[in-house]
């Protein structure tokens, strides 16, 4: 694949981007709010400039419910060679983009695929060119699938040094609700308890409610499109974990007895769903193919000013240094924020002289 165009450039689009574009692929940014295309741009993503002919594969990475109409326009436009979109969701957008009525002959060239892999946070500063390092990579090829564009799909993957996993539309749609729909929901049940609780025991948050609840800090809107594309498999599973609750509710109460007889059963119930939780978690497989990168952290001092984070990533370009990741803490009550640029360790030295050159403060 020497072209790519990328729409939608938040998260996952701008992560796809900065994988591409470190395997020497050209790519072109769009998004239907060209900040971020710009702010993707400036991480080193790629070019927010339109490409002045059909690339080679065009990736959608909008959220689910824009995702049939930005794949049919493109294709009407014929902006690429073959389509893909990473949507968590695959049977519905395939549904509304047969409804829309395009060819056949153009439907081959679209292949509905999606990245298990993701974060908590929203758009193209919270991107990794290493996000889906050792990742399934979910491809749903159907009979009508052009060959050249399923690897075009695998080119992809394998330039984000992701796993390729084959499936059917509906068949991921019921994996995916048990192993990222339900548990987002649950999660965010269990976030939800601490919104009212006393400011004493939110305090004592440990890295045990930390892991649970990661994922409810991700963006509503983009979930509420997820969970309306997949209600009916996210319902069934809910409705078990529902079941599991009462028991376990029942089984505490029963522990609170004055019997001895209900104790041991309250005792029963509780070792019964710890003992299932346990031969469920040992299924979860390990992060497969190599590790996720260590970077080293340089934290540079800013105004709160607008540009100021172009000009460090544009500094950094200049020194030909890529930016894995950026994290930006703002000083409380100050109109000034850290910015940590997270770097490949052998590539830190060489930016924080050129930051230094060009007159930017340093912090440790
Ligand atoms: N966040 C995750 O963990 C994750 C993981 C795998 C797949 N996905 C899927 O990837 C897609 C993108 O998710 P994200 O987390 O990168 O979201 P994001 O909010 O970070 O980025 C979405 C981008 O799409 C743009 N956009 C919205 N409507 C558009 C349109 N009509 N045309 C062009 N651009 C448009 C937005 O401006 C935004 O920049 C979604 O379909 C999501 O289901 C997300
Ligand atoms: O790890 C996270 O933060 C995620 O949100 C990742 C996650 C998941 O549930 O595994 C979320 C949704 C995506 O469709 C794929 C991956």
């Known amino acids: 694949m020497r072209s790519a165009l990328v729409i939608g450039t938040g998260l996952i689009g701008t992560s796809a981007a900065l994988a591409l574009v470190q395997r020497g692929v050209i790519v072109h940014l769009v998004d239907h709010d060209p900040e971020q295309a710009r ?3 400036a991480l080193g993503a790629g070019t927010d400039e339109a490409p ?3 690339v080679d594969l065009a990736i959608v990475a909008a959220p689910p419910a824009h995702v049939a109409g930005v794949l049919a326009d493109a294709m009407r436009r014929g902006v690429a060679r073959g389509y893909v979109d990473v949507a968590s969701v695959k049977g519905g957008p395939r549904r509304e983009l047969e409804a829309l009525g395009l060819d056949l002959s153009v439907m081959s060239r679209y292949l509905g695929s999606h990245p298990m892999s993701g974060r908590e ?3 193209p500063l919270a991107a990794t ?3 889906f390092e050792g990742r399934p990579w979910v491809l749903t090829p159907t009979r009508d699938t052009d060959t050249e564009v399923l690897n075009l799909a695998l080119e992809l993957v394998s330039h984000c040094r992701a796993v390729p996993v084959v499936m059917d539309a509906d068949a991921h ?3 995916v609700a048990l192993v990222s729909h339900m548990p987002h929901l649950v999660s965010s049940m269990v976030a939800a308890r601490l919104e009212h609780a006393a400011e004493a025991a939110v305090r004592l948050c440990g890295q045990g409610i930390r892991d649970v609840t990661r994922i409810a800090a991700s963006d509503p809107r983009m979930w509420i499109d997820i969970l309306s594309a997949n209600p009916g498999p996210v319902a069934d599973l809910l409705s078990d974990v529902a079941a599991d609750l009462g028991e376990t509710v029942e089984a505490l109460r029963a522990l609170q007895s004055s019997d001895e007889a209900k104790r041991r059963e309250g005792t029963a119930g509780i070792e019964d769903v710890l003992r299932r939780g346990n031969a ?3 299924r979860v497989p390990g992060k497969h193919g190599s590790a996720p990168h260590r970077y080293e952290n340089v ?3 800013i105004d709160d000013q607008p540009g100021q984070l172009a000009r460090i990533f544009a500094d950094a370009g200049r ?5 894995e990741d950026v994290r930006i803490e703002h000083a409380t009550g100050q109109q000034a924020g850290l910015v940590q640029l997270m770097v490949e360790p052998k590539a830190a030295p060489a930016l924080k002289e050129a930051l230094r050159e060009r007159g930017w403060a340093l912090r440790q």
Do not use: F, M
Request: glycine share 16%.
């Open 121 to 123: 946070k929203s758009g």
């Open 173 to 175: 749609d019921r994996a």
């Open 299 to 301: 934290v540079v001092l």
């Open 39 to 41: 702010t993707a741009a």
């Open 319 to 323: 020194a030909g240094v890529n930016i």
């Open 280 to 282: 469920g978690q040992v």
């Open 52 to 54: 002045d002919g059909p």
């Open 129 to 131: 060119a290493d996000l």
